[in-house]
């Protein structure tokens, strides 16, 4: 008895007779065989064979690439055996709306036997689900998922026993439940797709409850969460930096936006507030400024509040020396236009090499601009608002190390300080957190990453409020193959949960 083809599980119904797979797995002279076991013959399966008897499947479903791929899950109805009704004999599952894009959630299935020899249950445990850009789906990478897992519950919670539990996922959706490549590319058993439950899934589970079969009508997909492309893409970002430059928000406050400088030469904005899902932090982009514009001469960008409003603004250092400061950023572009420093600035066209800007006075703005120059000695620039570029204050003398090999900087609120905290990427690898930045004098260090560590890869930082807790204590990172990562609540005690932007390849 080795001809399985999809896996279901048994869940809670009125009539204690129900089983949830993919909708692609419906097919005529259907069985169940719960706990299946290889080694038996049908009659002396551990608890029986039961029959199909009736079929429940969303009418607009389409097994295929299109957005009703949405809708690959499908409901049976099973025949009794010897009287009993299957939730009787096995107990069942209980159903959820899919609470987002990222969950935590343990996938079993019955690979079929050419992938699967003993002919066992495959299951991936703890795994962390994504968004399917473009779907109301999600995926998860896992290796060992060939096909026959189709239907397979995916379980965002067991209980004590390991027996049931609750379900918000099954194998399906996009090109039956995988990855539209060929069976020997290494993805096609990695790669793994569910649809998440919303209304459509609750309709036609109380249809097969009761047993009747109705056309909810065309299928409106809900918005798929915004997708910040790929990793291709994204070794051309290089520059990148935060602010409130739309008032984007989400959920519980208002988020920041991240503006991004390409090495063509354009500007992007992506804007805050995408969703309470942190993997997708942001709700489309807009172009400030296209390939080959004048932007292929700015050499350094920050994000800056030098007036005083709920709007942000943006300091640029041009490669010919010269220093300009935008009042105001928004998704139709650069506002108030200021020269900080004319043309052919010696300073700023030979020998500044890193900027960032952050609230380093009490209570004041976000308006001071910490500069570290090619002989390593660092200042600070304090209220551009009020003074320009002409309070400077040097916080580290010249020196030959540590900071002429200084590779990133980034100013966020990670540790509650009146001040901002300055993260510092080197070029090791190592990663130091600055508490409490002042124009005075430089804090004592904090190491979040020793040397040698991934962070040399560490391309392009920026730091800012991303997320739900609304303070400027997240970390978007670049890394050199172009996969953007996010770290949240970023503290004293350094970088915790890496969320993944965009994936690698």
Request: aromatic share 10%; hydrophobic share 35%; charged share 20%.
């Amino acid at each position: 008895m080795r001809a399985h083809y999809c896996t279901a599980s048994v869940v809670r119904s009125a009539g204690r007779n129900l089983v949830l797979t993919a909708g692609h797995c419906v097919g005529t002279r259907a069985a169940f065989v719960p706990m299946y076991d290889h080694a038996e013959s049908a009659a002396d399966q551990p608890y029986g064979v039961w029959p199909v008897k009736e079929w429940f499947r969303d009418a607009q479903y389409a097994s295929d690439k299109s957005r009703n791929s949405d809708l690959d899950f499908a409901f049976a109805s099973l025949a009794d055996n010897g009287g009993r009704n299957v939730e009787d004999v096995v107990g069942a599952n209980a159903l959820a709306r899919t609470p987002g894009f990222v969950n935590q959630v343990t996938v079993i299935g019955y690979p079929r036997v050419d992938h699967n020899p003993q002919d066992r249950a495959f299951r991936c445990a703890g795994v962390r689900t994504t968004a399917l850009p473009a779907y109301f789906q999600m995926q998860i990478d896992c290796a060992g998922m060939w096909g026959g897992v189709s239907g397979g519950p995916w379980f965002s919670s067991l209980d004590p026993s390991g027996d049931t539990g609750q379900i918000i996922g099954n194998v399906g959706g996009f090109m039956q439940g995988g990855p539209d490549v060929d069976s020997k590319d290494p993805l096609y058993n990695r790669i793994t797709y569910s649809p998440l439950y919303g209304d459509r899934f609750f309709q036609l589970y109380d249809d097969a409850q009761n047993a009747v079969h109705n056309d909810h009508g065309a299928y409106q997909p809900p918005p798929p969460p915004y997708s910040m492309g790929k990793a291709e893409t994204w070794k051309h970002a290089a520059q990148m930096t935060a602010g409130y430059y739309t008032g984007g928000s989400a959920g519980g406050g208002r988020r920041m936006d991240l503006i991004v400088l390409w090495d063509d030469g354009e500007v992007t904005l992506y804007q805050g507030g995408g969703s309470d899902d942190a993997a997708h932090p942001f709700a489309a982009e807009y172009q400030l400024a296209p390939r080959k514009s004048i932007w292929t001469h700015a050499v350094s960008i920050t994000g800056v509040n030098a007036t005083g409003g709920g709007t942000d603004g943006l300091v640029v250092r041009w490669n010919d020396g010269e220093m300009t400061q935008y009042a105001t950023v928004d998704a139709k572009g650069f506002h108030g236009e200021k020269q900080l420093a004319p043309r052919n600035t010696p300073a700023w066209k030979d020998d500044a090499r890193l900027l960032a800007a952050g609230r380093f006075t009490p209570g004041g703005r976000r308006d001071g601009l910490l500069a570290v120059w090619k002989d390593g000695h660092v200042s600070v620039f304090s209220d551009l608002a009020a003074n320009g570029l002409s309070k400077q204050t040097q916080v580290v003398a010249k020196n030959t190390t540590p900071w002429p090999y200084a590779g990133q900087l980034t100013a966020g609120s990670f540790t509650g300080n009146a001040t901002d905290d300055l993260v510092v990427r080197w070029v090791d690898g190592e990663t130091t957190l600055y508490p409490g930045l002042t124009g005075k004098a430089l804090p004592g260090e904090i190491r979040i990453r020793s040397r040698n560590s991934e962070w040399k890869d560490a391309a392009v930082v920026a730091a800012g409020a991303f997320t739900a807790d609304t303070a400027a204590n997240d970390v978007i990172v670049r890394w050199s193959d172009g996969h953007v990562s996010l770290f949240t609540g970023v503290d004293a005690n350094g970088l915790h949960d890496e969320i993944s932007l965009v994936p690698v390849g």
